[in-house]
């Protein structure tokens, strides 16, 4: 599986609150993704692998088919965009992972996802 500069992944976070308790140590964050495609061909989002890290470097590995439901495919100049969200223990931490594609040609390649803070926005580190 090749490493492809023709995608590219922006991430980013939200604090949400309302669902967050934080005497129970949880957390919860929003993220959207958008991805876009700055080939020149067709390419088709098929798997995700996330690394999530808490404030204490506790590590929690998620992956799976699709996102959110699909397998989108993404034409040239295109871009994709969800919404997902994590839960953590504490009010700082991190997301990184990659996605696994296709472009038109069957051609498997990774997708890098560049690490994302998510934090409580009055939390200083």
């Known amino acids: 599986m090749l490493d492809s500069p023709r995608v590219c992944v ?3 976070s939200v604090y949400i609150e309302s669902q967050s308790s934080p005497e129970d ?3 919860v964050f929003a993220y959207t993704v958008t991805i876009r495609n700055l080939g020149r061909t067709m390419v088709q989002l098929l798997g995700r692998y996330w690394l999530i890290t808490n404030g204490n470097g506790r590590e929690t590995e998620v992956q799976g088919e699709g996102v959110v439901g699909a397998q ?3 034409e040239p100049g295109n871009d994709y965009q969800y919404t997902s969200g994590a ?3 504490t009010p700082l931490g991190t997301m990184q992972g990659h ?3 296709v472009d ?3 051609e498997a390649f990774r997708v890098e996802i560049p690490v994302f803070r998510l934090a409580i926005p009055t939390f200083i580190h």
């Open 10 to 12: 922006q991430v980013q």
């Open 25 to 27: 140590e949880r957390f």
């Open 72 to 74: 989108p495919l993404i």
């Open 87 to 89: 839960v953590i223990e």
């Open 99 to 101: 996605y696994e594609m």
């Open 104 to 106: 038109a040609q069957g």
